[in-house]
Structure formats: C-alpha cells, structure tokens
C-alpha cells in the first residue's frame, strides 16, 4: 500500500516551510510524542529536493506563531539517499535539527557537489554556514576528498 501524506515540516534549506509529499508502504503517528513514522521505500519529495530511505521518522511540534506543525527533527534509516539540484548523498543513516541546522549522515557516508566528492564514515554538515565536518570511523578508514578537474 501507498501512502501519501501532506506534511508542513523544515528539512534542508531548499525545504523551508513548504507542503511535502511523503509515500511509503506504511504510516504510524504518535501524537502523544509528537512523532510520525514512515516504513518502506520511503519517498519524501518536496519540490526540487527528494529524500529516501527504508524509514523516517519526524518530530514535529506547533509553531506558536502560526499554529501549523513544523518540523523539530528527522531521521532516516536504512538506505538513505539524498538528491539535490546542487548536491547528492547517500548513508546509512542521517539525522537532521532545525535547531541547530546540522544534517548528520553515518555509515558509509558520502557527499558529491559541483566541488567534488566527500566519504568518511560520519559527516556532519551546517546546511546554514556550510561549515562540514568528516570523521573516517573507528575501524581506521580515512577520509577522501576527491576534486573534480575543473575546481580551481
């Protein structure tokens, strides 16, 4: 079965405050957490931006403002991909805060942009000031950076 769920939530930058469309073969939410669950083959898209694992799971909470539910947290297990005009990912696991703008990606972890491409086992990334961070992993794996050619 395929869900399609309209959500208001904050991911990314390209993902400000918009409508998303989630599928996914299942859905749970959980008010009293205030958390939704989306289980298999899990495609959020939103505009120019999709996201896609074998799960995700968002904590949401009510924007005193305006009333309407904004994303505080989310998290992607399992196969995650990420595609963007400007970059792609892909990981194990990824885990975003709008707090504090920060994407985390684990496992197996890589970035590819215009500038080139990034692995390590953990990247952490301010989607704000782009400031990133990549850590090679306890088992002793080095981080790569890989420049493309016409990067001056």
């Given at each position: 079965m395929k869900l399609s769920?309209?959500?208001?939530?904050?991911?990314?930058?390209?993902?400000?405050?918009?409508?998303?469309?989630v599928d996914a073969d299942?859905?749970?939410?959980?008010q009293g957490k205030q958390q939704a669950d989306f289980y298999g083959h899990v495609v959020v898209k939103r505009e120019d931006m999709t996201l896609k694992a074998e799960k995700v799971r968002v904590w949401y909470q009510d924007n005193k403002t305006?009333?309407?539910?904004?994303?505080?947290?989310?998290?992607?297990?399992?196969k995650v991909d990420i595609d963007t005009p400007d970059s792609k990912g892909k990981s194990d696991y990824a885990l975003f805060t709008t707090t504090s703008n920060v994407l985390v990606m684990k496992g197996n972890a890589h970035m590819t942009s215009q500038q080139g491409t990034v692995e390590g086992e953990h990247i952490t990334y301010n989607t704000k000031t782009k400031d990133t961070k990549v850590v090679g992993g306890d088992s002793g794996k080095q981080v790569r950076f890989t420049f493309d050619e016409d990067v001056q």
């Open positions: 769920v309209w959500l208001i939530l904050l991911l990314l930058p390209s993902w400000a405050l918009a409508a998303m469309t299942r859905f749970e939410l959980v305006t009333g309407k539910r904004v994303l505080k947290q989310a998290e992607a297990i399992g």
